[in-house]
Nanobody, 124 residues
Framework: VQLQASGGGLVQAGGSLRLSCAAS????????MGWFRQAPGKEREFVAA????????SYADSVKGRFIITRDNAKNTVYLQTNNLVPEDTAVYYC??????????????????WGQGTLVTVSS
């Protein structure tokens, strides 16, 4: 499956962005989906994940209550609504797909497909 992330940009602290990830090539509903991010000088970290039908989600503690992950299987797209952004959210955000499990997994090693990343910059 091929993934194309978009929606990043520059936003002030307290603002919001909606990231999108369009999938193509395979049956989208066969994949669990996730968002990860990598800040400058840091390792890539888990942000959010959801299962094949969007009925189960998982979030990193740092974004819980501020970010919302959803999917539209009819549009082959997964979204990450980011609210109340803080400078620490500045990173390249990557969407990923796993065909190995259908539940919402936080484990990077289970994701075999990755998008190219979209940059989110939050100014103070």
């Amino acid at each position: 499956v091929q993934l194309q992330a978009s929606g990043g940009g520059l936003v002030q602290a307290g603002g919001s962005l909606r990231l999108s990830c369009a999938a193509s090539g395979r049956t989208f509903s066969n994949y669990g989906m996730g968002w990860f991010r990598q800040a400058p000088g840091k390792e890539r970290e888990f942000v959010a994940a959801l299962n094949w039908n969007g009925g189960s989600t998982s979030y990193a503690d740092s974004v819980k209550g501020r970010f919302i992950i959803t999917r539209d299987n009819a549009k082959n797209t997964v979204y990450l609504q980011t609210n109340n952004l803080v400078p620490e959210d500045t990173a390249v955000y990557y969407c990923a797909a796993t065909g190995r499990v259908l539940y919402a997994t936080t484990r990077q090693g289970l994701y075999g497909y990755w998008g190219q990343g979209t940059l989110v910059t939050v100014s103070s």
